[in-house]
């Protein structure tokens, strides 16, 4: 690959890591991690979410408990103000993302697209 | 998202435009689009590639017929020259891609790493 790209891509990598947005989703990581019961249910909500997700794709049963328990969670996490404002911290991170994604990709999407015609 | 990060995916986006990679992976597509039979087995391939994919994603059982006609259709592209040239340019350039990608989000995989310690 030419090492333009590799420059660019480096300069992207500490724009974004320069962003307001990383900075936020930082700051909103470290409130959680300085708080042992916010953590211990970000990270009992992650772990749920993982299961099930992998569950889903893997074409396996989710039972009646798994799904009350998720919700449980859920419910939980909605009353966490530290962990709604990291979820909507991560939601505009990965708007920017897929906005730098979809600038970056669109060479790729135009020849699949032509070639799918 | 600070303008400085849309003109550099844009510069990034112009970059991979103009790299070897593309250009060689423009070039193989081109070459199959314009010959009939390589076209009309490569979206063959695909198609079979891509509802094997669903069915597994899904959980849905895939018959011992479509195995066949998948491994027959594969070892049909297996013996086209330009089908085998574009697959290997797709590779070339998915690796430029996995190494630009792994250089732009290496700051949230940080954070995501960090968090699930
Ligand atoms: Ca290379
Ligand atoms: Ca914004």
Known sequence: MASNIYDLAYELENALKNSQEYKTLQAKYEDIRMDPAAKKLFDQFR??????????????????????????????????????????????????????????MKPLDELYGKMSQ
């Open 47 to 104: 772990n749920i979410q993982m299961k099930l997700q992998e569950k889903q794709m893997t074409g396996q049963n989710i039972s009646q408990n798994e799904v009350q328990e998720a919700q449980s969670v859920a419910a939980m996490v909605q009353q966490n103000p530290k962990i709604v404002q990291l979820m909507d911290a991560e939601q505009h991170m990965s708007i920017a993302i897929n906005e730098v994604n979809k600038i970056v």
